[in-house]
């Protein structure tokens, strides 16, 4: 959950990238890592595991002071996405204020898509989360390979709804990618607000995207 350090005036905010095995989830972070700007931000830190590229990825600090002082500070990880390490996705999950999930966008990968935010659902509830209050944005990545679910069937099969918008990306070619990302924010901080009052802070929200980098095109 988010921790706000009053003598520091900081906030901490922790957002997990979450979905099936190689769906992108560290492509995402890797493209994030290159396009923003004007944010202080660490190098990021991988451990992989023997049969996955991933265990968690670490992007910390990345962060930026509002016009106003307050710090703001986002941890930012990817887990792994195969079911042997579900323990460690519960460990990563705990305490998140946000999670973008990563589809992968190849009709052969529906069941497995599926499963993941299942699974998701479930370990948000087994670490305490309210899934149906935890901001949640559902990116749909690799639209640059051919026999990928089209548009109309995401409307169809998803039904994005308010709980959980759905965007399109293409992470390698960075497309989509800080669209995601700032809708993400965008949800998490309307989430914190009531309980941090941070439109006490004026120059927060245009703040929070002035330090982003531009938005590149949605991808097809």
């Not at 921790?3 to 095995?21: F, I």
């Not at 996405?81 to 460690?88: K, L, P």
């Not at 009709?107 to 998701?120: D, R, Y």
């Not at 039904?159 to 993400?184: N, R, Y």
Request: hydrophobic fraction near 40%; charge should be neutral; glycine fraction near 6%.
């Amino acid at each position: 959950m988010a921790e706000y350090d009053d003598q520091r005036n900081q906030l901490l905010l922790k957002l997990v990238y979450y979905g099936p095995a190689l769906s992108g989830k560290t492509s995402n972070l890797a493209a994030l890592h290159e396009l923003l700007s004007g944010v202080n931000k660490g190098d990021m830190m991988i451990l992989e595991t023997r049969n996955d590229r991933t265990l968690f990825f670490d992007l910390f600090p990345l962060g930026f002071r509002t016009p106003a002082g307050m710090m703001i500070k986002l941890k930012l990880y990817t887990v792994p996405g195969q079911v042997q390490h579900d323990s460690t996705r519960k460990a990563v999950l705990s305490r998140a204020d946000g999670v973008a999930f990563i589809a992968d966008s190849q009709l052969s990968q529906a069941e497995n898509n599926l499963e993941s935010f299942s699974n998701l659902a479930d370990n948000a509830a087994r670490v305490g989360l309210d899934f149906a209050k935890l901001p949640l944005v559902v990116q749909f990545n690799k639209r640059d390979l051919k026999a990928i679910v089209s548009r109309e069937e995401l409307k169809e099969r998803w039904k994005p709804s308010p709980w959980w918008p759905v965007t399109l990306c293409q992470a390698t070619a960075h497309k989509g990618v800080l669209e995601s990302f700032q809708l993400l924010l965008k949800r998490v901080y309307r989430h914190i607000d009531d309980e941090f009052f941070l439109t006490r802070d004026q120059g927060l929200t245009e703040a929070l995207f002035v330090a982003l980098a531009s938005g590149s095109e949605q991808p097809g």
